[in-house]
């Protein structure tokens, strides 16, 4: 089976900019997560979606925006780009089935995409 | 709010000896997860050992292990017989099941070196 896969692996975009990442989730998960990873603040959660529903969302500005389809892809949206975002950004994907246990809510991890704003 | 910290930003072990990465939690739940995940240089991030706090049998995957103190809310990662290519960014994580996959909450990370 196919991993997370996160396109692109790197981008360069100037303050003002905003900027598309993409995510395709392990086949048969339903749940993808997304992370901004910074050296000073760590792993922080951005939003979650299931069934093309946003069903969780972190502590973020509204710049930051998501959406997922209906083969669960997801795309994460940042507007007006500043030097704060800055990160890697990673995504994640679990098969949430309905146990609950921690095999359904294992998150597998995609490799990131690194983001630089000059 | 769950908290998650790692006192240890960085660490270095010799090959072949064995070492401890500490990480403590905060929550009021009773049951919950807790997962050590490891993020070699340049390379995605994997999961190494899950724990169920229900659970009182401390996990253990191979060569690591873990050391669950629920009263203590204290959650180690002992790596036994280090090899180099445990080099990598451990980070320690809480998750509050049942509830619609809530979002891992992470340390901020423990840098560990495996040295020749």
């Known amino acids: 089976k196919a991993g997370v896969t996160q396109t692109p692996r790197y981008l360069i975009k100037t303050r003002g900019q905003q900027v598309t990442l993409s995510c395709s989730p392990i086949s048969g998960h339903r749940s993808v997560s997304w992370y901004q990873q910074t050296p000073g603040q760590g792993l922080q959660f951005l939003f979650e979606y299931f069934s093309e529903t946003q069903r969780n969302k972190g502590n973020f500005p509204g710049r930051f925006s998501g959406r997922q389809f209906s083969n669960s892809r997801s795309e994460m949206n940042v507007s007006t780009l500043e030097l704060g975002d800055s990160a890697l950004y990673l995504c994640?994907?679990?098969?949430?089935?309905?146990?609950?246990?921690?095999?359904?809510?294992?998150?597998?991890f995609g490799p990131g995409t690194r983001l630089t704003v000059l | 709010a769950q908290t998650v910290t790692q006192s240890q930003p960085e660490m270095s072990v010799q090959e072949a000896e064995t070492v401890t990465l500490s990480c403590t939690y905060d929550?009021?739940?009773?049951?919950?997860?807790l997962f050590w995940y490891k993020q070699p240089p340049s390379r995605q991030m994997i999961l190494v050992i899950r724990?169920?706090?229900?659970?009182?049998q401390n996990a253990t995957e191979n060569r690591f292990s873990v050391n669950f103190q629920k009263a203590a809310k204290s959650f180690s990662l002992k790596i036994s017989d280090s090899q180099l290519g445990d080099t990598a960014m451990y980070f320690c994580a809480f998750m509050i099941p049942f509830s619609g996959n809530t979002p891992l909450v992470f340390g901020k990370g423990t840098r560990l070196s495996v040295i020749a």
């Open positions: 929550t009021s739940e009773s049951n919950y997860y």
């Open positions: 724990q169920e706090a229900y659970k009182q």
């Open positions: 994640a994907s679990s098969p949430d089935r309905t146990s609950g246990g921690p095999l359904d809510n294992e998150q597998f």
